[in-house]
């Protein structure tokens, strides 16, 4: 389906710390259209500093009373200037919004689970994915990881859903000190390989790429959503590329907005 | 009002002076869904060589004070899988394609201009001379006036396609390679390409681009552009084709009241892909405001002050 361009007011702008917070647009017919896993692509201000839109994956899609979709929400990090203005946005103003873009993520239904890994912002197309994979019955797990115990955010809204939590902290003020990895591998290990399951993971770049090798290791399928920074989102510019094995395994640099953001683990080819 | 926003480049007719920036705006197909591309002046397509292409690694572009640089190192399908897989849709939804052509060598250029020459619905060349990412080929050409003229004569041979060698503004006097092509065949030249740039990060030290270095586009390089134009425009008698930053329609008439025949937009089409109706009828009401029936009249209309 065609992407849609809207100049979208803001409903809400929760401060979930200092450096996140979670944007809500009225964009009915955005969150009709979107699939869990893709994006929008959001322009920050309407002057020429900074220039490009951001992208920025559908974190939640929100309905009326009636169940039509009417809202979408952002998962935001504090970064640099064009995320400093998404920050200081407050309800009534408006933003250009370009969506849905990308490919989705392939949902699972049972026997199979699905276990999602999140590394930080990461978080963001998780929610989304939550609500689709529940509309399936699928059994879903939550791999979550941040700096600190303040990094970890709609821990009740996922155990809300019947989201199984396993949580890890880089200073140890939540769940497992250390890496999200570490619980994963964990699960793996214990997981009999007749229960079928898929890997879904977003997150910082090392992180991707240590998922995508659990994955293999434990011969369990991923789908890896990638963060590329983006020109345009259209498949304009050939700037967000990742390299990808095709059917002969010869790699090549595809356009993450086209091809993706979502690939799955096998495919890529870490630099 | 009925206004004319008809334009000709050398034997091409054009239904209004719009196009799209080489390697703005992919092969035109992506924008299939959200753009009629036979609203377009014409569809420049992303540069081709002869074979395909890996280009460079990422990170591909960085953004700066109302620019952006862009190291993309022209990844590309090469001209045989763009004829095979890209045109037949290209014509059925009527888009005139202009594709830019780029190469490595003197024999790669007039390959790929030949090929091209006996494909059905390319309506024009524009001979990429001026790209400032790749070591080999392209801005060798585009910085030296011999080079330059030898590949315009060259590919000249084998084309009876219009000609539009597009020229890169990394040299001292860009009018004396506009001249240089006109001398050797050209239909029209078009101007400008990037702005070779540089951005570092000074917490890690490295580079913002993969490539060190990359070309600036965007607002940032209109003023610079507008002067490269204007300057074509007085020495030589083809058309010029001009670019460099163009966001609105007021950008598109400076440039054509510098001396643009028609413009090309790059950059801007990444913030709002959608800018193409914005500019036809922001010239229009322009065109209908100063009591202007056709848009050629605009061409090179600049008023002096003395
Ligand atoms: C991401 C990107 C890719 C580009 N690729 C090409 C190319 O393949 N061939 C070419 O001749 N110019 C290429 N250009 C240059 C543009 O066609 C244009 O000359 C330049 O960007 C100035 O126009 P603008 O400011 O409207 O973008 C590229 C520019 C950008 C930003």
């Not at chain 2, 000709?8 to 992919?26: D, E, H, Q, T, W």
């Not at chain 2, 037949?88 to 060598?105: D, K, Q, T, Y």
């Not at chain 2, 070591?135 to 084998?158: D, M, P, W, Y």
Request: hydrophobic fraction near 45%.
């Amino acid at each position: 389906m065609a992407p849609i361009d809207l100049d979208a007011e803001v409903l809400r702008n929760t401060h979930l710390s200092a450096g996140y917070h979670v944007l809500v647009l009225a964009a009915p017919g955005i969150a009709a259209a979107t699939r869990p896993g893709q994006f929008v692509m959001i322009r920050t201000t309407t002057g020429t500093d900074p220039l490009l839109r951001r992208p920025f994956s559908v974190f939640e899609i929100l309905r009326d009373a009636d169940g039509t979709p009417e809202a979408i929400s952002i998962l935001c990090k504090l970064v640099g200037p064009g995320t400093a203005r998404l920050a200081g946005a407050s309800a009534g103003d408006r933003l250009a919004v370009l969506g849905p873009l990308g490919k989705p993520f392939d949902l699972v239904a049972p026997p199979s689970e699905a276990w999602m890994v999140a590394g930080g912002v990461g978080l963001a197309p998780f929610a989304a994915l939550t609500e689709s994979l529940a509309a399936l019955a699928t059994p879903t797990r939550l791999f979550y990881g941040g700096r600190s115990r303040t990094d970890l955010f709609y821990l009740d809204w996922f155990e809300a859903r019947g989201v199984r939590l396993d949580l890890a902290t880089e200073d140890g003020t939540r769940g497992t000190h250390g890496r999200v990895t570490a619980p994963l591998e964990a699960a793996l290990r214990v997981m009999p390989a007749d229960r079928p399951l898929t890997i879904y993971v977003c997150g910082p770049e090392p992180m991707l790429k240590a998922v995508a090798a659990l994955g293999r290791v434990h011969g369990r399928p991923s789908q890896v959503s990638t963060e590329q920074v983006m020109g345009c989102g259209l498949g304009g510019c050939y700037s967000c590329v990742v390299r990808v094995r095709d059917e002969s395994g010869t790699p090549h640099f595809v356009r993450s907005c086209l091809n993706g953001p979502v690939f799955r683990g096998e495919d890529l080819v870490w630099e | 009002m009925n206004v004319d926003l008809c334009v000709r480049i050398g034997s091409l007719v054009l239904k209004n002076p719009l196009m799209s920036a080489s390697g703005c705006f992919g092969y035109g197909l992506e924008y299939a869904d959200i753009v009629d591309l036979s609203s377009l002046g014409a569809v420049v397509v992303k540069g081709l060589f002869l074979n395909e292409r890996e280009g460079h690694q990422p990170p591909r572009i960085v953004e700066t004070p109302s620019g952006m640089l862009n190291a993309i190192g022209l990844q590309g399908i090469g001209v045989h899988r763009f004829v095979r897989e890209k045109m037949p849709e290209l014509r059925r939804l009527g888009a005139v394609v202009i594709v830019n052509v780029c190469g490595s060598s003197l024999d790669e250029y007039v390959e790929v201009s030949r090929i091209l020459s006996d494909v059905e619905g390319v309506a024009a060349i524009e001979l990429n001379i001026s790209c400032p990412n790749i070591k080999e080929g392209g801005i060798q050409f585009g910085c030296n006036l011999s080079s330059t003229h030898e590949v315009v004569s060259a590919v000249r041979r084998v084309t009876t396609l219009p000609l539009i060698p597009k020229l890169t503004p990394n040299v001292t006097s860009v009018s004396s390679f506009a001249r240089a092509a006109e001398e050797a065949g050209a239909d029209a030249v078009s101007l400008v390409n990037t702005f070779l740039a540089m951005a570092i990060d000074v917490d890690t030290r490295r580079p913002k681009l993969s490539n060190t270095m990359g070309g600036l586009s965007g607002p940032a390089i209109r003023p610079i552009a507008v002067r490269m134009v204007y300057e074509c425009a007085q020495l030589v008698r083809i058309p010029v084709v001009g670019m460099g930053g163009i966001s609105s329609a007021r950008d598109v008439l400076e440039f054509m009241i510098a001396g643009a025949t028609a413009v090309q937009i790059g950059t801007a089409t990444f913030v709002d892909p959608f800018i193409w109706s914005t500019l036809r009828s922001g010239i229009e009401e322009y065109m209908a405001r100063h009591n202007v029936g056709r848009v050629t009249d605009l061409v090179g209309s600049m008023e002096r002050w003395i």
